[in-house]
Structures are given as structure tokens and as C-alpha cells.
Nanobody, 114 residues
Framework: QVQLVESGGGSAQPGETLRLSCTAS????????MGWHRQFPGEQGAMVAE???????TYADSVKGRFIISRHMLNSTGYLQMNALKVAESAVYLC????????WGQGIQVTVSS
């Protein structure tokens, strides 16, 4: 079993930066991927960014060049720095952990408005 704790969401104005964190605890796989998906109201979630155990990254086209995913192996924490946020990116952001099994965080609200 793996537990995920997300933090760092909240409100921002267009163009500002927010940083999300996701810390995993429990039965951590030595080789795991972490990622972030986001869910807009009434829609299914979609991948925002993922990072592999080796540090390889994948981004949705809409966030390339603005968002940065990273991870700290020692404390099993993944980060998503979201730069130049847009109003349309207001959503619930969910942390994803893929190790022995796949786990999702509870989700964290990000609201971008002027």
C-alpha cells in the first residue's frame, strides 16, 4: 500500500506560478513513475506530466515549456512547477504513482483567475 499526500494548490492570477508537491509513503517501489493529471469539471482526467524512475519526462503539449516536473528520490516526492498559468487551467490536479501498483492522490484544486 502506498499513500500519497498532495500540497501546494490554491489560487493564482494568470501568468503566476504555483508548485504542487506529492509525497509517497508506504511500500515504495525502487523503480516508480510519478505524474500529474488534471480534471476539468464534467470531463475525464488527462495527463499533464510524468517522470520516470530514470528521470525521463513527458508533458502534455499544452504545458510544454511552462510546466516542469521533477522528483526527489530520497523523500519520494514529486513536484510540478506550473509557470505562466492560464485561467483555462483551473482544475483538480491529481498525483499519480506507478510502482508495484498504481495509486492516485485525492486531488488538489488549482484556481487561476484575475
Amino acid at each position: 500500500q502506498v499513500q500519497l499526500v498532495e500540497s501546494g494548490g490554491g489560487s493564482a492570477q494568470p501568468g503566476e506560478t504555483l508548485r504542487l508537491s506529492c509525497t509517497a509513503s508506504g511500500r515504495i517501489s525502487p523503480f516508480y513513475r510519478m505524474g500529474w493529471h488534471r480534471q476539468f469539471p464534467g470531463e475525464q482526467g488527462a495527463m499533464v506530466a510524468e517522470i520516470t524512475a530514470a528521470g525521463g519526462t513527458t508533458y502534455a503539449d499544452s504545458v510544454k515549456g511552462r510546466f516542469i516536473i521533477s522528483r526527489h528520490m530520497l523523500n519520494s516526492t514529486g513536484y510540478l512547477q506550473m509557470n505562466a498559468l492560464k485561467v483555462a487551467e483551473s482544475a483538480v490536479y491529481l498525483c499519480l504513482y506507478k510502482g508495484y501498483q498504481t495509486y492516485w492522490g485525492q486531488g488538489i484544486q488549482v484556481t487561476v483567475s484575475s
